[in-house]
């Protein structure tokens, strides 16, 4: 439900290769009222938190691979 967040773009990547790329559409808001398609062109904002997962992930995965 669009109240519980909205995810416009996952990639997923795997042994350093992109296997999927999804994206969504922009739901309307204040500035732009109309939905938009997102792209991979298309820049998005993130919240800290989702800043702090990625780099524990890839912190993590560089631990793994360097031992």
């Given amino acids: 439900p669009a109240d519980e967040g ?4 996952v990639v997923v990547q795997q042994h350093g290769e992109i296997i999927l790329e999804r994206y969504g559409m922009r739901p309307g808001n204040l500035f732009e009222p109309e939905p938009a398609p997102v792209s991979a062109d298309t820049a998005l ?13 890839l912190g993590e995965t560089r631990w793994v691979h360097a031992a």
């Fill in 6 to 9: 909205v995810t416009l773009a």
């Fill in 45 to 57: 904002i993130s919240w800290s938190i989702a800043k702090s997962v990625t780099h524990a992930a």
